[in-house]
């Protein structure tokens, strides 16, 4: 869970291109700057000083340098992304959302996961930096209204239903005509539900009323328990048992602090995905090639080939976390 937490995109997609630049010292091109060989070996070396990387690197290591070649294009793209739109990401701010994600996971046991993958640290702090790109890119482009005070509280209105915990009991009767009756006595008086209940017991009948949420309602009635106001109930006819009066007395909201995290998370993810499509016009604006020594394109993926010159137009998101699991 972690690692798709912590993850965020590390590889890129490619398609075959002709006449572009190359050179032998030159690893990849991207708009005016480069990645070298020197650079891209530089960095193999550092990921593969971690013991656990280097097992994973060794199945094939040919793939494991495409991967951290692709990892380098991207910071050369999101630092093209963060010049256009005059935005800077420090390495404090990197090491706040690293904290945030992990929680209260022991950090060394996260990063030994991800070692076990090739995921190296430095690959988790740049994709971090990445991410806080994106979200930075859309801001300074206008498009970070869904984490407004503003948007927040409205899209709270829109779901607290949805989220509220139903307080309600149920008791299984012998007939309709019962049932009638003991709706009414429970509408009359919904305190006096376990006393009622008390005068049906059986299998099928709560001695209490019990709280839970939407996804948690009995099958048979959840549809009626959702739509009941505090207060009222039903009967329903159930295979087997017979008439069951269910009674719902509160409906439990949960308050706008308490979901405000997960409101946050969802917004969250809509403004980067804003500033993914940002960063991807970035993209698309940079001449972006790679040597062909280390790959062609192949379903859509840079491979291993005999040759050809490709052009990167990678894209983040969270397939590319998938492709963090191997090559």
Known sequence: ?????????????????????TSPDV???????????AELEAAVE?????????????GDEQAFTRRVL??????????AAADRYGVQVGDRAVQARIDQLLGDDDPDDVYSQLAQ????????????RQQLIREEVAA?????????????????????RELAEIEFGYIAVPDAATGDAVLAQLTAAPAGYPAVAAQYPGQFTLGAV?????DQLPPVMADQLTAAAPGTGFTVEVSEVGTVVGFVTAVVEPPFEEVRPQLEAAAGEEVAQAGADLVDEVRDDLDLTVNPRYGVLRDGRLVEGDGGVVE????????????????
């Open 27 to 37: 690893a990849a091109y991207v708009g005016d700057e480069r990645v070298t060989v």
């Open 312 to 327: 990167i137009l990678g894209r983040g998101g969270d397939d590319a976390a998938e492709d963090g699991r191997g090559d």
């Open 140 to 160: 300074a482009d206008g498009q970070a209204d869904a984490l407004s005070e503003e948007s927040l509280r409205a899209q709270y209105e829109q779901v607290r």
């Open 70 to 79: 692709g990892s380098l294009v991207e910071q050369e793209v999101h630092a």
């Open 46 to 58: 550092e990921r593969l000083a971690d013991e656990e990387v280097a097992a994973y690197a060794a």
């Open 117 to 128: 993958q090739g995921i190296g640290r430095e690959d988790v702090t740049e994709s971090i």
């Open 210 to 214: 019990t709280r839970r949420g939407p």
């Open 1 to 21: 869970m972690q690692t798709r937490r912590l993850i965020a995109s590390l590889a890129v997609g490619l398609v075959v291109l002709t006449g572009c630049r």
